[in-house]
Every structure is written in structure tokens, then in C-alpha cells.
């Protein structure tokens, strides 16, 4: 009887070593990601000049050799604006887009080091669009202000490649919506709507 408690005793202390050793693994590496990005549009640079920033937060969900995978949220905020507008002369303007998504991070280090860095990260979430500004046509004595909102799901991915130092990660990335490439033959790859931001960035581990 004795013997058949401490079997007992042993095989009911398992999940909690394996989870306090789960624990304990992770607690050595950093769990938390933040980076800060600079944006640049380069489907939408015939409206104006333009520029942006996301902002991401990131949890490490699991750890491998050469594989990281992060989950966590993006805020991303751009400016277009409409003033050199190439299309017309007319439009003293901006659109202003502010996007909020849930995402995923898969890195991936080629090298044992764990310096260098791919990620892949896919993204899905809500964008609201605002355009902001006057029409003005001097020659039949036009000035019409106007304001549009506009709010669309949209998704995309996002695709990196950086380096780390120590807690420090600095990378190159190209972000790309695919709102207006698979809604139904709606192809728009010019419109405000349709997103392929180009950047740099640094991000934080801790």
C-alpha cells in the first residue's frame, strides 16, 4: 500500500514538474516584444508625399531552436498628403488612414547564433479612412470643402528581415494589404484602400 501512494504520489507531481519546468524555460528567454516602425507608401506616392508609423506589442507563445512564434496587436497610423496630388491641382487636402489588427509573428533564425532574423507575420483587423480638405477650381469660381470616413476589414502580412543585438532588434520590412487584391476581382492596387508600405524599424525584448 505504501509503495502504490508514492507511485501515486509520483505520476500526480508530473504535470506539475513538466509545467513548472514549461515555466521556468520560458522565464530565461524574453517574452515580450515591442517595435516601432517607420512607414513609407509606394503604391499611393502619385497622391503626395506621405509617411507613417506602426506600433506593435507582442506575447512569445513558443520557443525552438531556429523558430519563434509571437502573438500579440498593431497600431498603425499613415499620412497622405493630397496638396501635390499628380492627378489634379485642384484638391488642398489629406487622408489620414488608423488601423488596429491582431497578429502573428513566425521568425525564423537561419544560423545558430540567433542574430539574424525572417519573420512572416499575417495580420487581420479593422482600418478607418479619413479624407479631409478643400476643392477649389478658380476658373468657374469652385470652393467646396469635404470630409469622408470610410471604415473596412482588412488583412495582409507583413514580411521582415532584421538582426538582433542583445535586447535590441533592428529590421527592414515590407507590409502589405491584400484589401482590394481578393475582394471579388475588386482590384484597386492604387487605391487608398490598398496598402504596400515599405520602412525601418527597432524593436525591445523584455
Do not use: C
Not at 525572417?118 to 480638405?133: A, D, R, Y
Request: hydrophobic content about 35%; aromatic content about 16%; glycine content about 8%.
Amino acid at each position: 500500500m505504501k509503495n502504490y501512494l508514492i507511485v501515486l504520489s509520483f505520476v500526480l507531481a508530473l504535470p506539475v514538474l513538466a509545467q513548472e519546468k514549461k515555466e521556468n524555460t520560458l522565464s530565461e528567454q524574453k517574452q515580450w516584444k515591442i517595435e516601432l516602425l517607420y512607414t513609407h507608401d509606394l503604391l499611393n506616392t502619385s497622391y503626395g508625399k506621405n509617411y507613417g508609423f506602426i506600433f506593435k506589442g507582442k506575447l512569445a507563445y513558443l520557443y525552438r531552436k531556429h523558430i519563434t512564434l509571437l502573438y500579440g496587436a498593431a497600431f498603425q497610423n499613415s499620412y497622405i498628403s493630397e496638396t501635390d496630388n499628380l492627378f489634379t491641382d485642384y484638391v488642398d487636402g489629406y487622408t489620414r488612414d488608423i488601423g488596429l489588427y491582431a497578429i502573428v509573428d513566425i521568425i525564423y533564425y537561419p544560423l545558430n547564433k540567433k542574430k539574424l532574423y525572417l519573420s512572416l507575420e499575417p495580420f487581420i483587423g479593422v482600418t478607418h479612412l479619413k479624407s479631409k480638405g478643400t476643392l477649389k477650381i478658380p476658373k468657374h469660381s469652385i470652393s467646396e470643402k469635404y470630409k469622408n470616413n470610410y471604415a473596412y476589414f482588412n488583412y495582409g502580412l507583413t514580411q521582415s528581415l532584421g538582426y538582433k543585438i542583445n535586447t535590441i532588434n533592428i529590421s527592414g520590412f515590407a507590409w502589405l494589404s491584400l484589401k482590394g487584391f481578393l475582394d471579388n476581382g475588386r482590384n484597386r492596387p492604387a487605391d487608398f484602400d490598398s496598402r504596400f508600405f515599405i520602412g525601418m524599424g527597432v524593436g525591445y525584448t523584455f
